[in-house]
Antibody, heavy 120, light 107 residues
Framework: EVQLLESGGGLVQPGGSLRLSCAASGFTFSTYTMNWVRQAPGKGLEWVSSITGSGGSTNFADSVKGRFTISRDSSKNTLYLQMNSLRAEDTAVYYC?????????????WGRGTLVTVSS | DIQMTQSPSTLSASVGDRVTITCRASQSISSWLAWYQKKPGKAPELLIY???ILESGVPSRFSGSGSGTEFTLTISSLQPDDFAAYYCQQYNSYPLTFGGGTKVEIK
């Protein structure tokens, strides 16, 4: 079955760190650019970060640049998001999403999301 | 950055109604636009890409049109399963950006 399954969310204090994981199955993971997209409570969707299939190129939203790192392990078919210096405004459901084309396109497969809450 | 503006933000409609949602880009994005459906507690689902191409498995009552800066998503006959939020997204350039969303409610 083609699917994405996120994990690693939880409650963290401001200034803390968290690492999210996304396990992919049912498609050739190493071929596709992968992304993280988030949705804060009561808000819309916000693209966070992208990484190419090889892992050689990455891109970040200005709101997380310098604090978040994206990476992937093709031997484990897993995408990661390392989140440091977390702020209250990072509270959101984080979704893993697969690119429909190659680099910088639409998202044709999404996970169910993992909730990150930044609060003291 | 390319700003995406959706209207209306909320829409009240009845089963069987024809519904149209508009998405405007702050600069030309050619046809590099996608539409998604989002239900509470569920993952977003891709409906349309490249402005008008229906994703496999999506009912034909959904259609998309437009190019440049103005786009529309049309639901020809609203069904009970269609009450949800809808988002447009441009992929002309990074940063990838979404519209603010349109919530389709039961009238």
């Amino acid at each position: 079955e083609v699917q994405l399954l996120e994990s690693g969310g939880g409650l963290v204090q401001p200034g803390g760190s968290l690492r999210l994981s996304c396990a992919a199955s049912g498609f050739t993971f190493s071929t596709y650019t992968m992304n993280w997209v988030r949705q804060a409570p009561g808000k819309g969707l916000e693209w966070v970060s992208s990484i190419t299939g090889s892992g050689g190129s990455t891109n970040f939203a200005d709101s997380v640049k310098g604090r978040f790192t994206i990476s992937r392990d093709s031997s484990k078919n897993t995408l990661y998001l390392q989140m440091n210096s977390l702020r209250a405004e990072d509270t959101a459901v984080y979704y893993c999403a697969k690119d429909g084309l190659n680099w910088g396109s639409y998202f044709d497969l999404w996970g169910r999301g993992t909730l990150v809450t930044v609060s003291s | 950055d390319i700003q995406m503006t959706q209207s209306p933000s909320t829409l009240s409609a009845s089963v069987g109604d024809r519904v149209t949602i508009t998405c405007r880009a702050s600069q030309s994005i050619s046809s590099w636009l996608a539409w998604y459906q989002k239900k509470p507690g569920k993952a977003p689902e891709l409906l349309i890409y490249e402005a008008f191409i229906l994703e496999s498995g999506v009912p034909s009552r959904f259609s998309g049109s437009g190019s440049g800066t103005e786009f529309t998503l049309t639901i020809s006959s609203l069904q009970p399963d269609d009450f949800a939020a809808y988002y447009c997204q441009q992929y002309n350039s990074y940063p990838l950006t979404f519209g603010g969303g349109t919530k389709v409610e039961i009238k």
